[in-house]
């Protein structure tokens, strides 16, 4: 394989960083910098550089350059003014630093590209990957590296997991990441790009691509510069890992005067759909579907096929998730009559056998796993849904774990769907930490499991 | 330079990869045209560069059958297209009934050539039903392509009609990809009685 794509493991899994900018004053960007660092345990070497400080910076040794330092740097962490970049940049390639990210803002985003370009030319010309410029930087609770310039009691950081992040957009990016912060599933890596100078989508596919701890991929993005090596990459990925994406900026189809009705037609955000279509991503619509389908992907394996059951405790959200189902173009499992006769003998009279299962208000953990047993091995049941209204009397956190841990051994997606307040919150939290996603509407569960069911069929070549 | 390829270029092209489309003849009268219909039901249309909407601008006349109706509808063309010279008028064979469908290429600034498949003729821009992949493509692509599009079961309304229009929307992918164009249409293509017949086409490059 060419290798074109450039490395990022130096800059994610560090031995040493130089903090560039880092400062003892709080309200600089490089002291919350340094500060997140030390917070978060980081256990290799860190070297504060200001040009104005050769003492101390928050009572670790500084340097007034990186070229003082006189020991290996594996990454730079720039937060310097705009205008010193190039020269920081310059003096980590003679320290050799083994990449770079440049938090800094400044450049193509204010109109600068004539500095933009000033610093790729640097990364190009010392070799060093180099994220940004204006930018978050990168999180890896595995090596406890946050280059993040925000404060950790502003913002959630997630546990160590197998979801990994990408984002062009500083905003979207802490935005999301605090949703997943609050969310039962883990982190493997969170990259902010920025401008993408140097290190680009391209880069950071193949890099998360390749990542033994990424299980899923979900990347915010407002466009690629490489199209066909993007393409070229994302059908190696998709192949072996689920990459749930979601593009802003959406431009005007025909934006120059289209000869044909073609060109008419396939703008470039119908050209962007169509490529991640063809090429297996999951396209999320909307930002909470970034999360809806991570934790689904995260937890769940691949399904066979698009016929889901429902269990349920309560009639309504049973049939309001029957209609979610249809509308995300998936069908009503239809049970065998072996199962529904097993279902018969066990279920009590006030039991319609029937989808969806409803198993009544006063359904507790033995009818739920009774129904989840005759349901799971059911071969007409590709998936199912289980709603717990835990609003009922039998409906508890003993329910709860029995339904998690019994469907934790069938070897088909089964999610969960409760609606309510802070009492269901808590539950869902319960199973969601335990590994099996709840969604809080009919449309969120329907349209998640949808996400997997589609991506499932792209994995076995069904179109 | 890039531009509007002459209609019999544009045909032969398609032709080569298997894509048939409907009998014509460029005509320089109204005596050329019936001459060109011997008996038989004819459309006369104005192809210049500056028209890309005929059935809107009333450049195109469906089925003519007389001598009087031809020769008056040539002269009525030849009015309207005053001022979009240079321009050409051909006449092709009547094409009755079927569903039009529209199969295109586009070259996008960031993945390059594009092949289109949609629900066509003059649906194409009230509808928007359309899929789009990047070339070359697989059945596979070409199945997921129809299995987008709202308008499927009136595209392919049985196997034999999914299987063939699959089968050139690979073929127009392939010739778009294989040759030095930029953009063509295929529109309408006409879907009729279990073949098809493409009456339109437009080639750029």
Redesign the interface.
Known sequence: MKNDYKSLSHIMMPKSVAIIGASDKPDKVGHVILQNYIDAGYSGKIYPVNVKNEGTIMGLKAYASVLEIKRPIDLGVIAVPAMAVPQVMEECGRAGAKGLIVVSGGFSEVGNTQLQDQLASIAKKYSMPTIGPNCLGVMDPRSRIDTMFLPTYKIDRPKIGGVSFAAQSGAVGSAVLDMIGSEGFGLARFISYGNAADVDEVDILNYLGNDKDTKVIVYYMEGVKRGREFIDVAKRVTKVKPVVISKGGVTEAGAGAAHSHTASLAGSSQAYEAVFRQFGFTIARDLKDLINYAKIFDTQPLATGKRVAILTNGGGIGVLATDALYNNGLEMAKLTKESEDSLRKMMPDTVNIRMPLDLVGDADDKRYIDALSVVGDDPNVDAIITIVLFQTPGADSRLASSIVSFASKLNKPVIGLSVGGSYTHSHKMMMENEGMPVYESPDDAAGSLAALINYSRYRKGIA | MVG?WDYDKARNLVKRYGIRSVESSYVKSGDDAVRFADGEPIVLKVLS?KA?HKSRSGLIRLNLYTRDDITAAYSDLEKKAQQLRPYKVIAQKMVRGGTEI?I???T?????K?I?I?LGGIY??TF?D?????CP?TD??A??ML??MRSKAVIAPSKEAESMVKSLLVSAAKMFAENEIT???L?PLILHDGTYDSVDL?V?G
Do not use: C, H, P, T
């Open positions: 509007l560069e890309l529209i295109g290429g586009n996008d600034q960031q993945f390059g594009m289109l949609g194409v821009e928007k359309f899929a789009l992949r990047v493509i596979f692509d199945q997921s299995n987008q953009e063509f249409d529109n437009r750029m």
